[in-house]
Each structure stands twice: as C-alpha cells, then as structure tokens.
C-alpha cells in the first residue's frame, strides 16, 4: 500500500472507529466459520474490533462440530424442520462439540505471540449460564426432546462483563430452572442477545457471500436494505441456502425486535468484518431499521460544510456556479440534502419565484461514488412535490454539462425569455447556460 492510500484509508475508517467505540456489537458465526482453515485470522480481526473500543458479544454456532460428534458414536443427526432432534444421545454429542469448540475460542483469543496480530494483546473473555432456555416441545407430532429455544437473557450479568473490557462468549446452548440443558439455534440465541441488550449491531457471518446472493442483485444501493424491503426480498429468495435464509430471518426478526442496524457478511473475503464495520458501504448485506441511515430532508445549518465539500469539485470543473459559504448559509432553507450515515452525497436547491408562479431547481449535486444510483431523480420528485406545495406551476433549471438528464427526466428547451425577469437579469452570458422548462 502506498502511504497515501494507507493515510486515506485510516482518515475514512476514523469516523467509525469514534462511532463503534463502546458500542454493543452482537457477532454470530455458524460452526462452519469455525472449521475454516482462516479461522484464526477472523479471530484476530475480532480481538482488533475489541481493542478498537468495541463491546463484543460472541455467539459461536456448532453444527458441523455436533454431526461429526454423533458420526463418531455411529448417530446420525436428525432434524424435522429446521430444529434438530435432540434426545439423550445427541445432548451427549451437544455437550462434547459445544464444549470443545467453546475451549478452542477461548484459546485462540488468549494468543498474544509477538509473532501473531494479536501480540502483546491480553483479551480477557468471559462465559456463563446467561441463556434461559424452555423446551420446543412437541410439535407436528415430532418430540424435540431438548431442543429448546430462547425464554430469557440474563442482561445485567452480561453488561457487568462488558464493562468489565471483557468479550462475552456464548455458545448455542441454554439452561432451564430445573436444570436441564437445551440445545439451541445460534442464529435464535444470537437474536435474543441482540434484542435484549439493545445492542447497537447484530453481525451474522455466514461461510457464504451475502453479497453474491440473488437477492443481494435487488437490494438497489451496495447492499444496504430497509427493513421493509427485506422482508420483501426474504419471501422471494431463491438460491441461497437454508443456513442463510435462517441468518436473514433472525436478522428481520432482530430489526423488527429494535436492533437499528443487522450486517450479514461472508467469511471469504479477506477482512470482510472490518470492511463491512469501518466503511461507509461495507461488503455486505445491512438491513436497517434506522429511518435516518439514508434520509431524504431539508438542508440544515449544520449540513452546510457536507454542502460546501460536495459542490466544490463541480465547482472547480464549471459545472456549477461558485457559493461562497456565506451565500451558502443565507440560502439553506431552500437546499434539500440527502445524508448517508452522517455524510451528505447529495444536495438540490429549489429557488421559487412566486409572482411567475415558477422556481429553479439548481445546484444539484451528488457525490461520485454514489452516481447512477437514480438520487439526483430523487431530488428532482421531491422538489416537484414542494413546488406544487407552493403552487408552483413549472421549474426551470439552467445548465452548462448535463442537458441530456434534464430532458430525461421531462424538461423541454426553453429561451431565456421564459424565465422571470429577475432570472434573467442574473444570467451570465459567459456560461451561455442552456435553458430548460418543466410543467408540472
């Protein structure tokens, strides 16, 4: 890596790391993740997340681990639907893989060899009996037998381990008051934990690419899904497997529970967990129920700076007349601005002239890594809506570069007679902008 790109690449990621850092972060993996041969590297990145200042819980599936544990002892695993069929046997088997497998993350998170990432790091982790578990039961006449699911999660004990700069790891089993022991789905405990501490992400990593998912095709913007669509695109998946349909269930299921934000990301991709965590798009899919994540509002005071660094390139080439900021600051009750995480990248400006019954639809911008992604129609729909609002009867735009995309989108061509006469007593003949008119 150049120096350059090293210093830009940490001044991006910088925004992220003051944001994550002693937020509540909910990682599930499945044990397929676990039986990578590159396992150890995402346990390295997951000590970076937590001497990044992030609170981690770690929930760690064991499927894989439990059917070779009941191959070993000549069971074969059964499952109606999408539990498993507990019994004696295979709670046996549950209690050998699970522990196995508990013991080995512990150890690798316990590496601090110089000759590892981890070197000189001292991560102290901590596990209990958190999860209440109740009994499937019966169901469609199959005993499940101690197969349960989720009844309570014991969040005091797990926020006084957090602050203790602890990482909290939970393995998929849980324990009733009488003390029996269920046999849980990862991706339910995982759900409940996230819900329950109100966490402020949950991150399943599938053995999969979300990314590369039918799905994923549909999803409009670099993966980033609202909720509604998820639900939307869940019930119309195709070509993904079961594993992963039960991730995006359980990722609806902790958006509809109040967890703002859910990632599902694959463990192929080298560093996919900080890539998806510390850029702005990541590299898989996010499913948010935060309805300020990707928002379409007016311009405030405060986005000015956003305004000003999105339009000064366009400036600088001629696209767009140069503002000053204090021009800027006077004019931003007519800006509308849409913010992406906290980064303006895209912005238009609606200047009415009411006695002509007509307003300028200018100063569009957007920024360029999200181009031909249809904002700057967005901009366009909404300031139509706002003119019609004010009885506006047609919008103006006059531009030197993108004519094409106005006519588009409905424009005509226009003489500069059409205009309202202050407008035209602005016009700079050294521009020789062409005119264009809209009827709404």
Known sequence: MLPADFVAAL???APYVHAHNGRVFVVAFGGEVADRADFETFVYDLALLHSLGVKLVLVHGARPQIDRALADRSLSARYCGEFRVTDMAAL??????????????????????????????????????????????????????????????????????LEQDRIALVSPVGYSPTGEIFNLRAADVATAMAVALRADKLVFVSNSDPDTWKLADDTGDAGQLSLANGERLLAAANGIGE??????????????????????????????LLRELYTRDGV???LYADEHYEAVREASIEDVGGILA????????????????????????LF????????????????????????????????????????????????EETARKLGIKKIFSLTTHTPHWFLEHGFAPAKLEDLPVQRQQMYNWQRNSAVLIKTL
């Open 11 to 13: 001044r991006a990621a």
């Open 92 to 161: 046996e088997c549950v209690k050998a893989a699970v522990g196995s497998l508990r013991m080995d993350l512990e150890a690798k998170l316990s590496t601090s060899l110089v000759s590892t990432p981890m070197g000189g790091a001292r991560i102290r982790v901590a596990s209990g009996n958190w999860v209440t578990a109740r009994p499937v039961g019966i169901r469609n006449g199959v005993d499940f037998q101690h197969t349960g699911e989720v009844r309570r999660i014991d969040t005091e004990t797990i926020r006084a381990v």
């Open 310 to 333: 999105l339009i000064k390139p366009l400036e600088d080439a001629g696209v767009l007349v140069p503002r000053s900021r204090e021009q800027l600051e006077l004019e931003i009750g």
């Open 284 to 286: 898989g899919l996010m």
């Open 336 to 383: 509308d601005v849409m913010v992406r995480d906290g980064l303006v990248v895209a912005c238009c400006a609606l200047f009415p002239f009411a006695k002509n019954s007509m307003a300028e639809f200018s100063c569009v911008a957007v920024h360029p890594e999200y181009r031909r992604s249809g904002r700057a129609a967005a901009l366009l729909a909404r300031s």
């Open 243 to 272: 594993q992963d349909r039960l991730y995006l269930g359980a990722a609806l299921a902790a958006g509809r529970g109040g967890v703002k934000r859910v990632h599902l990301v694959g463990a192929e991709a080298e560093g996919a």
